[in-house]
């Protein structure tokens, strides 16, 4: 186990809802990315947080936000779903002193988001 | 443009013999090189990962691999597979700065025989 952990592990939504994934990073880290990794492919950088402000967009629509709080939690918040949001979202979270690519990222297990 | 090839989508291999997964990636510079695994139901684990000097690198669960510059490759090898390494497996590449724009492959999927 990594130590980080995320919640809900499963949902459900519909076309135009908003959903909330929460990421609970490990002890000590104060930097946290989201992946978006749909069937049969390979994980699809979001964004990532450092010291609750965003420093990183990957190729995603302004309706992915998100936030990290001073414990250094973090939301990813999806506004008007759409079907090929459903995928598993991935937190993961280092430490040291600048975020760097170069300290050792863990994954949680992820939340598995469908969209009907 | 950065990208991540991983050329097999399926290998199966028999419990003992070696093991080779391939990577291929594009970048415009000499990027960091990671692979991953992911067992079902389970987020990644960092297997290993390259940022400078020697280019064989060792990583946890027995694996290696090795950066190739001229090839643009980053193979990973294993001399004897168990069981329990039947997964997926994710090469990825990443920029030298802050904004962890990691790019991963589609991931190969290594199922073991008995």
């Known amino acids: 186990e990594t130590g980080v952990t995320q919640s809900p592990t499963h949902l459900i939504k519909t076309r135009g809802q908003q959903v909330t994934l929460r990421c609970s990073s490990q002890s000590g880290h104060n930097t946290v990315s989201w992946y978006q990794q749909a069937l049969g492919q390979g994980p699809q950088f979001i964004f990532q947080y450092y010291r609750e402000e965003e420093n990183g967009r990957g190729n995603f629509p302004p309706r992915f936000s998100g936030l990290q709080f001073p414990n250094y939690s973090s939301e990813l918040n999806v506004n008007a779903l759409e079907l090929d949001d459903s995928a598993l979202y991935l937190c993961?979270?280092?430490?040291?002193?600048?975020?760097?690519?170069?300290?050792?990222?863990?994954f949680g297990p992820g939340t598995r988001l469908t969209v009907l | 443009a950065q990208s991540v090839t991983q050329p097999d989508i399926h290998i199966t291999v028999s419990e003992g013999a070696s093991l080779e997964l391939r990577c291929n990636y594009s970048y415009g510079a000499t990027p960091y090189l990671f692979w991953y695994v992911q067992s079902p139901g389970q987020g990644l684990q960092l297997l290993l990962k390259y940022f400078s000097g020697d280019t064989l690198v060792q990583g946890i669960k027995g694996f290696e691999a090795e950066f190739k510059r001229s090839q643009s490759s980053f193979n990973l090898r294993k001399p004897s597979v168990h069981w329990s390494d039947a997964a997926e497996y994710f090469c990825?590449?990443?920029?030298?700065?802050?904004?962890?724009?990691?790019?991963f492959g589609a991931g190969t999927r290594l199922t073991v025989k008995p």
């Open positions: 990825a590449v990443g920029p030298r700065s802050l904004n962890n724009d990691m790019r």
């Open positions: 993961a979270s280092r430490g040291g002193t600048s975020g760097s690519i170069t300290d050792t990222q863990y």
